[in-house]
């Protein structure tokens, strides 16, 4: 800080003061608005004249003209990001969802005039994953190691399920199948399955 010398002696902690005349309703907003900083006016002062600096604005009407621009700029950006979004969703409805849906009502709709249960054949594990191996070209590569990572989480699964399956054949009645397994892992599947 510097000191001001008043008559002959040196105050310590003030600075040099320079008048400054302006309005008097000019005078009374400005303590208004200092009062809610909790500082003193040339501080406030000080704070608006480099906030207007720092981001090279002008208070008569110049400086409005530069915020709007940002936000328009910023807000046509977002309009493209938007309309990215918009044209990836439209692509997946129609290369995903749409057939998937398709070819499920295509099922259902046989499945109900045919009017009686399907004749169950046995699953050929290996040709489907020869199948399930090959790649396509409307499924992305990190798509397709997800999924195969997911099949082969999914296979292993099934397997520790199938070896806690044991035959239980009854004296009366007719025989069937007992999973041995916990309430816990019962209600982890059932969880997973939803």
Request: proline content about 4%.
């Amino acid at each position: 800080m510097e000191k001001q010398s008043t008559n002959g002696r040196t105050k310590k902690g003030t600075g040099a003061y320079s008048n400054i005349t302006v309005k008097k309703e000019t005078a009374t907003r400005f303590r208004s608005y200092s009062k809610k900083f909790g500082k003193s006016h040339s501080e406030v002062l000080d704070g608006m004249v480099q906030y207007f600096k720092e981001n090279n604005l002008d208070p008569f009407g110049e400086g409005t003209k530069i915020i709007l621009d940002g936000i328009k700029k910023l807000e046509r950006q977002m309009m493209k990001k938007f309309e990215r979004l918009i044209a990836i969703i439209k692509d997946m409805e129609k290369t995903s969802i749409r057939p998937t849906y398709e070819m499920v009502l295509i099922l259902f709709e046989a499945y109900v005039k045919d009017g009686k249960r399907p004749r169950r054949e046995p699953v050929q594990i290996q040709e489907e994953r020869k199948d399930f191996l090959k790649p396509r070209n409307t499924v992305p590569k990190v798509e397709h190691d997800r999924i195969l990572l997911e099949f082969k989480e999914y296979k292993k699964h099934c397997n520790e399920i199938l070896i806690n399956v044991e035959n239980v054949e009854p004296m009366m009645g007719k025989p069937y199948l007992k999973i041995n397994m916990g309430i816990g892992d019962f209600e982890g599947l059932k969880h997973q399955l939803k």
